[in-house]
């Protein structure tokens, strides 16, 4: 069964860095794209950016370019969003889905920055 | 960027009705669209891709179609467990784009 398992809630700081996760599993990671999509509360999906596992070819919405930095390592089947320094306006859920397709998603990471 | 525009942004309907949700590119996409359901607190779902195709699993109450700049999801007769928030999504052209949402509720 292919699955995307994401890492648990975290409550940060703002200025604070931060990293999530988006593990892979049933199905070869390194050869298919991984999209991350953001929800603020209350609000609808936002794409964020893409990446390619194998050679880490990533792009970015020009929204978010700057603002997070996507990467993967392929031989963990891991995905990866990372902040340098948080903002309370990162507060929502992150979501990775596989594929430009986004046929399978994770379950999601809450992130919450207050101070 | 392309910008998809879903209408309506919310919609009342009653069990057995049949629902349609649009969305229009602001360019031409091909059928490179998928439609999601999501429901609170849960992660979307694809129900349909390449703009016509059903997702493995999903009721064939549900249908797409479209090509181009404009595409349409149906319910043919609503059941209790499609009241959920649906949001197409554009994966011709980077950034990739979401329409806004449609809320299906229950009349």
């Known amino acids: 069964e292919m699955q995307l398992v994401q890492s648990g809630a975290e409550v940060k700081k703002p200025g604070e860095s931060l990293k999530i996760s988006c593990k892979g599993s049933?199905?070869?990671?390194?050869?298919?794209?991984i999209a991350w999509v953001r929800q603020m509360p209350g609000k609808g999906l936002e794409w964020m950016g893409i990446i390619y596992p194998d050679d880490s070819d990533t792009r970015y919405s020009p929204s978010f370019q700057g603002q997070v930095t996507i990467s993967a390592d392929k031989s963990i089947s891991t995905a990866y969003l990372q902040w340098s320094s948080l903002k309370a306006s990162d507060t929502a859920m992150y979501y990775c889905?596989?594929?430009?397709?986004?046929?399978?998603w994770g379950k999601g990471t809450t992130v919450i920055v207050s101070s | 960027d392309i910008q998809m525009t879903q209408s309506p942004s919310s919609l009342s309907a009653s069990v057995g009705d049949r629902v349609t949700i649009t969305c229009r590119a602001s360019q031409g996409i091909r059928n490179d669209l998928g439609w999601y359901q999501q429901k609170p607190g849960k992660a979307p779902k694809r129900l349909i891709y390449?703009?016509?195709s059903l997702q493995s699993g999903v009721p064939s109450r549900f249908s797409g179609s479209g090509s181009g700049t404009e595409f349409t999801l149906t319910i043919s007769s609503l059941q209790s467990e499609d009241f959920a928030t649906y949001y197409c999504?554009?994966?011709?052209?980077?950034?990739?784009?979401f329409g806004q949402g449609t809320k299906l509720e229950i009349k």
């Open positions: 049933g199905y070869s990671f390194r050869n298919q794209w």
């Open positions: 999504l554009q994966h011709n052209n980077y950034p990739y784009t």
């Open positions: 390449a703009a016509s």
């Open positions: 889905a596989r594929t430009h397709y986004m046929d399978v």
